[in-house]
């Protein structure tokens, strides 16, 4: 299977990739479909049902908003996060939507939009149905679709068939485990960024990749400057202040002149900033999950602030490496909070940030295999547990965190010469199996861990 760095950083809409962008982009797809069959002028009533991780936190990750949105025809990377609140609240007073914009129905949300707490569907915990009648009642469309985790939608063929995504494109150097990746390397002297980036060049020209990359860069450095001015409490309930634009403020009064740490205090501010603008519902790039935002785009203004000599083909180097680990994590792992806990959401994102560190850093393939598996080894285990199904606590600060040891894992590695007894593959299968035997409640359903042990105020 081809996976693209652009499946892994897509342009999309907090708060989370797996809560609000898959079933946004999954009712979307619903209703082209129904465009497609011929279908959309004689429906009449749309029903949505969300289940598992969707159905126990989605009121608090806005899925309910964005399967009205994606109905009406919106996508994660094209709606106008400005007009959000205003759209939802007239379908919800009016009880009228417009499918793809186009066909008036009627739409009762208590009724037609049902988010099941206790029930799951049987290939993945976030799982969702949609079903469009016409005016007699007859079923006009029925499908399931799988939220994968990073905005990956799959249909009902998941269950038998569970790939990543059905491309399948021929690559010039595929890779699915670390050990192919380090193989091509070896035997071509390629960096890992240009393995990664000779695929890429089977789906676009070189000036499209280097473009399309230096985009995503814009609209991280756009969401840690939004987050920077922004202050106020974030919304939800939880009344959790916002920090970065006050950290921010304070950093820019100091020089940092004796305190050998001052450069870490900056990659918490933006990681806050990104963070903060994902719980808001702001635009954030997916990398590779919304909830694990914060982290790359951390790190790699950690490289363009205090690395010298750091410029944008360092920027599209890095996005390339951390696409190639993070290609690995998705097809072997799992980015996924609902399917294995946190580990998988910041686990993977630090892993894949410091890997692409390294690899600025002057470091060999080897050398970032050992970023990216310390990364991925310091995760293990890690819950998901949202207050309040919100994206907040403990989300926000674990990016700081996850940024801090993305960099530290990379400066490890560049202090050793690559090898090491734990392997990225046996790093990933671990983090795997530990997922699997994790307990429901620690993964996205706010149902254990700090979801329970810290009192809403």
Known sequence: MAISVFDLFSIGIGPSSSHTVGPMRAARTFVDGLAA???????????????????????????????????????PESVDTGTVAGR??????????????????????????????????????????????????ETLRERTYYSVGGGFVRDETYADQPVIIEDGTPLPYPFRTGADL????????????????RNELSWRSREEVRAGLLEI?????????????????????????????????????EDGVGDSLY???????????????????????????????????????YYRQFIKGADDD???????TAGALGSILKQTGSISGAEVGCQGEVGSASAMAAAGLTELLGGSPAQVENAAEIGVEHHLGLTCDPVGGLVQIPCIERNAVGAAKAIHAARMAMRGDGSHIVTLDKAIKTMRETGADMKVKYKETSRGGLAVNVIEC
């Open 37 to 75: 069959e011929g279908a959309l002028d004689r429906t009449a009533r749309v029903k949505a049902e969300l289940f598992g991780s969707l159905g126990a936190t989605g009121h608090g990750h806005g899925s309910d908003k964005a399967v009205l949105l994606g109905l009406s025809g919106e996508r």
């Open 88 to 137: 939802v609240a007239d379908i919800r007073s009016t009880g009228r939507l417009f499918l793809l914009g186009t066909r008036e129905i009627t739409f009762t949300e208590d009724t037609d939009l049902v988010m099941h707490r206790r029930k799951a569907l049987p290939a993945h915990p976030n799982g969702m149905t949609f079903a469009a009648f016409d005016q007699a009642g």
């Open 182 to 197: 380090l193989a091509h390397c070896r035997e071509t002297g390629l960096p890992v960024s240009e393995i990664m980036l």
């Open 217 to 253: 860069w814009q609209v991280m450095t756009e969401c840690v400057h939004n987050g920077c001015a922004r202050d106020g409490v974030l919304p939800g309930g939880l009344k959790v202040p916002r920090r970065a634009r006050s950290l921010h403020e304070k950093l820019l009064t």
């Open 263 to 301: 450069a870490m205090d900056w990659v918490s501010l933006y990681a806050l900033a990104v963070n903060e603008e994902n719980a808001s519902g702001g635009r954030v790039v997916t990398a590779p999950t919304n909830g694990a935002a914060g982290i790359i785009p951390a790190v790699l203004h």
């Open 314 to 320: 360092g920027v599209v180097t890095f996005l390339l």
